[in-house]
């Protein structure tokens, strides 16, 4: 809704509703209320009615105003009213039930109370009241200056008659309803839609004011015309249109409508369709001819379109006829030069016209022509041309040679000769190449075949061509030549055929210009062949074009065939016939040295051969002989024989002493420790040693018992050794187990099983040592179980196992975790025994058993809890003791009587023990005895050094050894047994005799003494001590090193190096294999040279390899090298001027990979590397 206002009156040169008269929000408000012609004082004594508009219909009243004279003028008692008794308005409101605010039920709406206002008063009436007049009413008198009446739109309103809407009802905006357009009409209220007046059928009604829209029909325009295309008036047709209806039957007919009784022209006559429609093609209608018909047009002329005004001439090329209705072309072959004609006329001869509508005809250009009267110029036929353009009736031949040639629109003009190697097509139309084999030249019409010995291998050829050398044809008219068959020839051109090779020759494959004499090894013995034939099997020939071969001699052969030489039977073979293809292998027990030969040789005695083909006798093999002449193997020798050298036709039979028990050997064996030699079997046998005897000897015939508690349990035993552990001495052969309760550990000095100490137990039989019962458990000594122990705490412990030992009591209470019980515990150093512990308790101190008063040495032990537990106790414990009970026996050994054989063999004896018992007195010990033995012996046996070589190995596998506790301690002492070695070594019986060990071997160098001078290992000047790579010292050897084919690892001068001087001297070698002693053990071994080279190669590699350690340590003072270019570390010379020795120690690294060489021992390569040290060479 929409508000409005309007002033009705005002009081000339009052002002009182400016600021107070702004009730509307749209400036396009109404403003056609009709004002009150109000006197400049306006009294009112009882009422004032006020005549509204009948814009009141759309606008309804909300408000009304009334304002005083003057502000001091009262406007009190005034009552307003609004009055709806229109008869009109109430009728639309109750027909169309507008609003359902609308009250009609009264005439008279009161708008307010009675006012009370002194200068002006509002009146607020219902809204929508669509009252035509406003009344006053006053109880007294009063002075009006002006009264404004204001309202909101009444959207609901209905519309009017001639008016409409898209609701049939006003709208929300100023416009309100549409009036109905021209050719509509309404004349009822309230509608959405206006009514069409005409309809298609029947177009002759109209409407045009407001006041034909409002009427309940439309206007009829008169006959014959029909309605405005704007549908507001009447009009006849245009010019080229005619107005078309159709009559119906009489109006009282049944399905005469009321709209058909409207549009009558006559009486009972209604026009069903009435149109304006445009004349047809071939009619006409003017503007001043008859409204209602067209007319046809006079022959000549016509009318091309509808709706035309006028006729028009047909043009020159057409023609019309009265019937026709359009003007139609002249058709091909006729003509029309003249304007409104009705036929066309013909084309003369020559000339034609394909076109249609042509004003003229066409004469036939050159290549065309024209008969029969054809509507067009034909094209010449294929073959034929004319070059005339005057217009024929016929084309012309080309001659002959010549072919038929178009211009540029593809049309047959004129004949043109055909060029050479080429001739007229079969249809005349176009030139084709000769084919292949033809040819045309220039005076020649047509292609001809080309004569025999020529060809043409090309369409198209001018001339032929003659056959080249080694190719002939014997046909004409050919694209190619044939090549000579194999075995033939041709050498000039332009043959018809080809020629024989003769024998001896050949010619291979095809086309060939001459014959080739047969390779040697070939010949040939026919005529006109393509190939050569070889020489059979066991012939051959020298000579080219050989027609036949030649036999092979005796101790010769030509294998398979084309043998151009008879080859010589190799090593191994002979034969003895002519023209053979093979030689025969020499066989087993046969052979031959020489080549060409037609036998073979036997082998001699002493050799053999066992396959074919042999060029020499194979030597029988040590252990083997053969006394026979071709003989194919050997035969061995038996036992109790041997045969060192090969080649032999006998063998020699074993020294007492030695034996071999197979067949083959190629020495005696001596008899080893453990065994004994039988003498009634002649060398064949060594027996093993019973068990309870033992021999540690070699060469020997008897075996020794074995003395308790010592055992051997197995034949062939070298030594007699304790009862394992678990077990007791029985008899020298036997042991029994022990019991269970008892134990027994591996010792050489007890022969009966012990009892198991306070709370440990041996469940079973044969145990090396007993178990610890478990926590809370206790036994008493020897038992096999353990019991429960009773009591929570110390106090119930002792209460309630009083009747058990104190021992058991003890561990049942450090069980509790308080502590560790009493208990023994033995060590290599000897027994310590503890009292109940606690773990919180500081550690024990004990003296060392066997170290006398020397309190510098002592045994702590701490009772502790066990890793990862919350409960268990041990003892742990730390000895630095140097005794044992060995250690004593040995100083027992030293300061004895006792004969140097028998102090060395106690001393083996002892040392024997397992390396890991080994103490650091023993170590002082065993080098007390050592100083015993050289102090009161001037002569050491062989037996005795031995014994000490081993003794002092034991010791070097065991307090020596890297990692132990004593090594460290030990190696201090190392000088002082050393020295006491070398004394005895220097002292020995027999010099120049290697005494081995395990890890340490000793060796007395004598320049007068020793063996024979053949056997003398140091015979040569220069020692060579072959020590094994493992490191194991029994098995090293000295030899002399001039016998030696490879560089061993250590070799030692023993005289000069000059040939000229043969003086020699005098040394004592000791070897020791222990890491410990190294002074470095973090050294890297060299890079080797490749040992696959030859000797040349090895040694320039070795050079560069050397060349390039020394590259990489420019300084070496302040960055020594981490590795070596020699097995030497380090070497220590010792010397004093007061005696005529010195002392040289050589550390040597024996994991390090020695450079060797497979060489003749002539110094060559030695004096080479003495420059840099690679070998050690002097004293």
């Known amino acids: 809704k929409q508000w409005y206002q309007r002033r009705v009156a005002i009081t000339a040169g009052k002002s009182d509703l400016e600021g107070n008269d702004n009730l509307a929000t749209n400036s396009s408000a109404p403003t056609n209320l009709k004002d009150l012609s109000l006197d400049t004082e306006t009294s009112i004594a009882t009422s004032l009615t006020i005549n509204l508009e009948d814009q009141t219909k759309l606008y309804g009243i909300y408000k009304i105003i009334i304002y005083g004279k003057t502000t001091s ?610 060398g064949t046998s060594c027996t093993a040693c019973d068990s309870g005897f033992y021999q540690d000897e070699d060469h020997k015939t008897t075996c020794k018992p074995c003395t308790a508690p010592l055992v051997t349990k197995i034949e062939g035993q070298s030594a007699c050794v304790a009862c394992d552990p678990g077990y007791k001495y029985a008899t020298s052969s036997t042991c029994v187990i022990c019991a269970a309760g008892t134990y027994n550990f591996k010792d050489d000095t007890v022969d009966e099983c012990r009892q198991c100490e306070f709370n440990h137990k041996a469940p079973s039989d044969g145990l090396s040592k007993c178990e610890l019962c478990p926590t809370d458990m206790h036994a008493d000594e020897g038992q096999t179980t353990c019991e429960n122990c009773s009591g929570r705490n110390p106090e119930q412990i002792e209460k309630e196992m009083a009747n058990v030992k104190e021992e058991q009591r003890e561990k049942c209470k450090a069980d509790l975790g308080a502590g560790c019980m009493g208990q023994t515990i033995e060590t290599k150093f000897g027994k310590f025994e503890l009292d109940f512990m606690l773990v919180s308790d500081d550690p024990v101190k004990q003296k060392c058993p066997y170290d006398g008063s020397d309190t510098t040495n002592m045994g702590t032990f701490k009772c502790e809890l066990k890793p990862d537990t919350e409960k268990e106790t041990h003892v742990t414990y730390e000895l630095k003791c140097k005794n044992s009970e060995d250690s004593t026996k040995i100083n027992d050994i030293a300061e004895s009587n006792k004969t140097a054989e028998q102090k060395s063999k106690d001393l083996e004896e002892i040392s024997s023990k397992e390396p890991e018992d080994s103490t650091l007195g023993d170590v002082e010990g065993v080098t007390k005895v050592v100083e015993s033995i050289t102090e009161e012996e001037t002569k050491i046996t062989d037996e005795v050094n031995q014994n000490l070589v081993k003794s002092m190995s034991n010791l070097v596998k065991g307090d020596f050894s890297e990692g132990t506790s004593d090594s460290k301690e030990a190696v201090k002492i190392l000088d002082s047994m050393m020295k006491d070695m070398i004394k005895v070594t220097k002292n020995l019986e027999s010099p120049n005799k290697i005494f081995k060990s395990e890890n340490v071997a000793t060796i007395n160098i004598q320049k007068s003494s020793g063996s024979s001078e053949d056997n003398n290992p140091v015979k040569g000047g220069v020692l060579a001590l072959n020590i094994p790579s493992k490191g194991n010292l029994t098995d090293t050897t000295i030899t002399d090193a001039r016998s030696e084919t490879i560089a061993p690892p250590l070799m030692l001068q023993t005289s000069s190096a000059s040939q000229e001087d043969t003086s020699k001297v005098d040394m004592v070698v000791m070897v020791i294999t222990e890491p410990s002693f190294m002074p470095d053990n973090k050294t890297i071994p060299p890079p080797l040279p490749d040992p696959e080279l030859p000797r040349e190669r090895q040694v320039d590699q070795v050079w560069k390899l050397v060349k390039e350690l020394e590259e990489k340590q420019p300084n070496k003072e302040e960055n020594p090298p981490p590795f070596v270019n020699s097995p030497i570390l380090e070497v220590e010379v010792n010397n004093s001027a007061s005696i005529p020795d010195f002392e040289i120690r050589i550390m040597m690294k024996p994991i390090i990979p020695i450079v060797s060489f497979a060489l003749n021992f002539d110094g060559s390569l030695i004096s080479c590397y003495r420059q840099k040290h690679w070998f050690l060479m002097g004293n």
Not at 429 to 443: A, D, P, T, V, W
Not at 647 to 655: L, M, N, V
Not at 658 to 680: I, W
């Open 73 to 682: 003028t009262s406007v009190a008692g005034f009552t307003a009213f609004a009055k709806v008794d229109e008869s009109d308005v109430n009728a639309d409101i109750t027909a169309h039930s507008v609003s359902p605010n609308i009250v009609i039920s009264t005439d008279e709406l009161q708008c307010g109370t009675e006012s009370t206002g002194t200068d002006s008063f509002t009146f607020t009436c219902k809204a929508d009241t669509p009252a035509r007049k406003i009344i006053l009413k006053h109880a007294g008198t009063a002075s009006l200056a002006e009264v404004v009446i204001a309202g909101k739109i009444w959207s609901d309103y209905p519309c009017s008659a001639g008016y409409s809407s898209a609701s049939g009802n006003h709208t929300q905006d100023s416009t309100g309803c549409t009036e109905c357009a021209a050719g509509t009409h309404t004349h009822e209220r309230s509608q959405t839609t206006c009514k069409t007046c005409s309809t298609a059928s029947l177009p002759v009604f109209y409407t045009s004011t407001l006041a034909e829209k409002k009427a309940s029909t439309c206007k009829l325009c008169p006959k014959p015309k029909k309605t405005t295309d704007t549908k507001d008036g009447c009009d006849v047709c245009a010019a080229g249109n005619y107005l078309k209806y159709e009559e119906a039957v009489s109006c009282t007919d049944a399905g005469c409508d009321e709209t058909c009784k409207l549009a009558t022209y006559e009486t009972n006559k209604c026009y069903k369709t009435i149109a304006c429609t445009p004349c047809v093609k071939g009619e006409f209608r003017g503007a001043s001819d008859p409204n209602d018909k067209c007319t046809a047009c006079p022959t000549g002329q016509v009318a091309t379109s509808t709706g035309s005004t006028k006729c028009t001439p047909c043009p020159a090329g057409e023609y019309k006829t009265t019937a026709d209705v359009a003007c139609s072309k002249c058709p091909a072959g006729k003509f029309q030069d003249e304007a409104e004609k009705d036929s066309c006329k013909d084309c003369p001869d020559g000339q034609v016209q394909t076109a249609l509508g042509q004003t003229s005809c066409e004469i036939c250009p050159a290549g065309k022509y024209q008969d029969s009267k054809s509507e067009e110029c034909k094209v010449c036929p294929t073959g034929k041309y004319q070059d005339l353009t005057t217009g024929t009736t016929a084309c012309k031949d080309p001659q002959t040679g010549y072919f038929v040639k178009k211009d540029s629109n593809d049309l047959p003009t004129s004949q043109e000769k055909c060029p050479k190697g080429q001739q007229p097509s079969a249809d005349k139309m176009s030139c084709e190449q000769c084919l292949k084999g033809q040819y045309k030249g220039e005076s020649d019409t047509v292609c001809l075949d080309c004569e025999k010995g020529y060809f043409a291998n090309a369409a198209g050829s001018e001339t032929c061509t003659a056959c080249e050398a080694g190719k002939y044809q014997d046909t004409k008219g050919q694209e190619s030549c044939k090549n000579c068959e194999a075995g033939k020839i041709q050498s000039g051109t332009g043959a018809e055929t080809c020629e024989d090779c003769p024998v001896g020759k050949y010619a291979a494959g095809e086309g060939n210009t001459q014959c080739l004499p047969c390779d040697k090894g070939h010949y040939q013995d026919l005529k006109a062949q393509g190939s050569c034939k070889k020489c059979e099997e066991g012939k051959a020939v020298q000579e080219t074009g050989a027609t036949s071969c030649e036999i092979c001699a005796a101790g010769t052969f030509a294998a398979g065939t084309g043998n151009d030489v008879c080859t010589p039977c190799e090593q191994g073979t002979s034969q003895p016939d002519v023209g053979k293809g093979t030689c025969i292998d020499c066989v087993a027990g046969q052979y031959q040295d020489e080549t060409k030969q037609t036998t073979c040789k036997k082998c001699p005695a002493g050799r053999y051969s066992t396959g074919s083909k042999s060029t020499t006798c194979e030597a029988c093999e040590a252990g083997t002989f053969q006394s026979a002449e071709g003989s194919t193997s050997c035969e061995e020798c038996e036992v109790g024989e041997f045969q060192a050298q090969p080649g032999q036709s006998s063998c020699d039979t074993c020294k007492n002493g030695n034996y071999s028990t197979a067949k083959k050997s190629t020495t005696c064996q001596a008899c080893l420790k453990g065994n004994k030699v039988d003498s009634l079997t002649k």
